[in-house]
């Protein structure tokens, strides 16, 4: 299999239905993976959230390149007129730090409210992104802090549940998940090496391959120094597993093997903090 299939399903459906819960909030929380942040963004979110505030988060910011993240948080603003920050999950300083971006953004529509005589309440959140960029992790870090639930609300589908975070903000248990929409299969790639495609959809070999090409193009020296590779030498599945001695009978490679073993060290940040997408090559 040369190629990434998608199954992407009942998209106008699943976008409809996004809609539906995105219209009960009033700060959306939009994840993106910082190691593929132009690929893991949906190409339309502003018209999908009706252009409600959002707080963009370029997650896994520990297994990306801070140099670049950087640059890429600074593109993203402009691109989209939204506040964008890096964050890793397992940061305490970057979850309060979440929680503190939501409620300076809150402080506007809570004003709006109460000039229109409305009620005061809590500031309504929720999550959204593609597979697999940390929706779940967040919502449980940030429910951690309170367990308590405020019960479902008259005009909520009854099982979805607000969260009381704290007592300015309250948080949709359920996330969005923005489906992968079928552009391209450079994106598939990158989304398959983050892992937001499912596996079932391509062949490792396939995917480690690309990943290869991808960091020799963007950080060849770091790669040949992580396989021992001298400048001379050619790198690739079949060498690696040479080098490696990941070696079947008749002395073939494995390259079933270390596919999957470059995949996964890739995936747990074990060769280095990369950004997989530059800025110029989106343009
Ligand atoms: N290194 C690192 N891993 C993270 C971070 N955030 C989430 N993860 C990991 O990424 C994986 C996916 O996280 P989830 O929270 O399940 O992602 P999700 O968006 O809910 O995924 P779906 O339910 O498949 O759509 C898990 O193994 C998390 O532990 C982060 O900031 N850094
Ligand atoms: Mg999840």
């Not at 979110?45 to 390149?65: G, Q």
């Not at 600074?74 to 920050?85: A, F, L, P, R, Y």
Request: some cysteine; overall charge positive.
């Amino acid at each position: 299999m040369t190629h990434i299939h998608w199954y992407p399903g009942h998209i106008a459906k699943a976008q409809r239905q996004l809609k539906e819960k995105l219209s009960l909030v009033d700060v959306i929380l939009e994840i993106i993976d910082s190691r593929i942040p132009y690929s893991s963004m949906y190409n339309n979110t502003n018209e999908l959230c009706n252009n409600k505030p959002r707080l963009i988060l370029m997650n896994k910011a520990d297994l990306s390149d801070s140099k670049y993240n950087k640059i890429w948080q600074e593109s993203i603003s402009n691109m989209t007129g939204q506040k964008v920050i890096a964050t890793s999950l397992n940061s305490k300083n970057d979850i309060n730090n979440i929680i503190n971006n939501v409620i300076e953004m809150s402080k506007e529509i809570m004003e709006k409210r109460k000039a229109k005589g409305l009620l005061e309440r809590p500031v309504r959140v929720m999550v959204i992104g593609m597979p697999n960029v940390g929706k779940s992790t967040i919502i449980n870090r940030l429910v951690k802090r309170q367990k308590a639930k405020t019960g479902a609300k008259a005009g909520v589908t009854r099982n979805q549940q607000w969260v009381r975070i704290n007592n300015k903000i309250e948080l949709l248990d359920t996330p969005g998940i923005i489906p992968t929409t079928q552009n391209n299969q450079a994106q598939a790639m990158k989304l398959a090496i983050v892992s937001s495609i499912g596996e079932n959809a391509y062949d490792n070999e396939h995917v480690a391959d690309g990943l290869v090409k991808i960091l020799l193009d963007l950080y060849e020296d770091e790669i040949r120094k992580y396989f021992d590779f001298t400048k001379e030498e050619t790198v690739n599945l079949e060498t690696i597993a040479y080098k490696r001695n990941w070696i079947l009978k008749e002395q073939k490679p494995d390259i079933i093997r270390t596919s999957g073993v470059i995949l996964k060290l890739f995936r747990d940040g074990k060769m280095g903090k990369f950004t997989l997408e530059r800025i110029e090559d989106n343009k």
